[in-house]
């Protein structure tokens, strides 16, 4: 059985419990905490859980009252019985929503059923738990999509910033982990799963070189839960970026994010003593935390998604939009398709930038490509796959292929290779710090003509317009809904 006919298997179970009242995102917790047991006997870490709970244990507990008693109990004390600090935390403020001991018999009965290895295939478990992570994102009603970024999306930008060996990576709003678990990934496919490696940097790949904070409890239990089937245990902090806690994560060689959008709750700013610019806006906090989490040698970089507003808003925004232009280079930004994230209607970019080694001037040229202007819908009829970026790429890099940037990275920004590719492909544009300045420092810049709106089809721009008030109106809808849970 394949990793995704498994992960089909296990997502087909939560339609059993639906009439225990467990959605799907609690299913996937309550998923989470069974499958460990299981996969904590699989992989050989079981000596880590307390006897009375392991899976052999566990599931040969005959009557489904004393299992489902048994199962609770572990829930409430798991964590102060073990020394394990990745399953303490997995386990912390642990509760079920099961209320009927057979439907916890049937959970357990089919995890152990599953023959989780084929004789063909290397240990699929890690990529079973991705796909469950996938499948609960794109459950709209899961509300999961904003803990998990396309991965195409992730690959792309992983790809591009070149990860090495003995780098300190970061994501200040880890999600589950994705981008850390696809770094990590990028480097193992390089160094034959790290079997290259002498003992001391296998010890800093697996225990220090990939970590992240995630304030949500339940996306900080999934992301410890996917890091630890990959291999990962170095530490995922359960706090908040932008409080106090995250003045300590800096001097990164790398990060790699998709920041929450929306604004803090009230509208307060964040309670970082090191930010010059404290704004409500968090997506403006976290930009600015992060180009100042890297080390400041010239070769430390980034790769952001952040919505339009970041591009133009005033105020504070003006303020780190220029701060990010003279302490790094930020020399390129990919303005994205909309349709490829939980909310539709959301406009997003990545930002890529490098930090300088002086805080002044860094930023002498922004090239921007545009993937939006008379680009495809993404959704079920046409996937979203790494193929929509193959253009970009191509720019980006200056016509070298992503295997070349993987087996020597240098810096390979090559202003006249980009300037040669951008004569053959007008949604490739470069404007010069001056233009910018000129736009008062707006980088809401690079989005080339929409052909639909100057057609003369007299039907084509009303709908366009109908049609993208639309998705306006749903991502404002969204982000109000936020708010109000936020305040309530």
Known sequence: MSAEEIAQKLWNLCNVLRDDGVTYHQYLNELTYILFLKLSEVRKFDKEIPEEYRWDTFKSIKDNKEL????????????????????????????????????LRTLVTAIDGIDWFEDTEKDQIATIYEELLEKNANEKKSGAGQYFTPRPLINVMVDLLVPKIGERWNDPAAGTF???????????????????????????????????CELVQDAHRLALMNAKLHGIESPIALADTLSQEGEAFKNYDG?????????????????????????????????????????????????????DNVLFEDGDGLKIRRDLMDKCNLHTILRLPTGIFYAAGV?????????????????????????????????????????????????????????????????????????EIAKGDNRW???????????????????????????????????DIAREALLELDAITKELNDLIKELS
């Open 347 to 419: 406009k997003t970019n990545v930002l890529f930038f490098t930090r300088g080694q002086s805080e002044m001037g860094n930023t002498k040229n922004v090239w921007v490509y545009d993937m939006r202007t008379n680009a495809p819908s993404f959704g079920k009829r046409t996937p979203f796959t790494r193929a929509a970026f193959a253009d970009f790429v191509k720019a980006y890099t200056g016509g070298i292929s992503i295997d070349e940037v993987k087996e020597n990275w240098t810096d390979y920004i090559d202003e006249t290779k980009r300037a």
């Open 178 to 212: 994705g981008f850390m678990i696809a770094a990590d990934h990028y480097l193992k496919e390089k160094t034959d799963s790290y079997f290259t490696l002498g003992e001391k940097e296998l010890q800093f790949q697996k225990y220090e070189a990939f970590t992240g």
């Open 429 to 463: 544009q470069v404007f010069s710090r001056e233009d910018i300045a000129a736009k008062r420092d707006s980088l809401d810049i690079g989005l080339i003509a929409d052909s639909s709106l100057s057609s003369g089809d007299d039907l084509g721009e009303p709908i």
């Open 255 to 307: 990060v790699l994010a998709n920041p929450p959008f929306g604004t803090k709750k009230g509208g307060e700013r964040p309670t970082r003593t090191d930010l010059t610019f404290l704004s409500s806006n968090k997506q403006l906090n976290f930009l600015q935390h992060i180009y100042r989490s890297l080390k400041k040698d010239g070769k430390a970089r980034a790769a952001v998604v952040l919505p």
């Open 68 to 103: 489902y008693d048994t199962y609770r109990e572990l829930l409430a004390t798991i964590s102060a019985k073990t020394q394990n600090a990745t399953i303490k935390e997995i386990y912390t403020n642990a509760s079920s929503m099961l209320r009927k001991p057979v439907n």
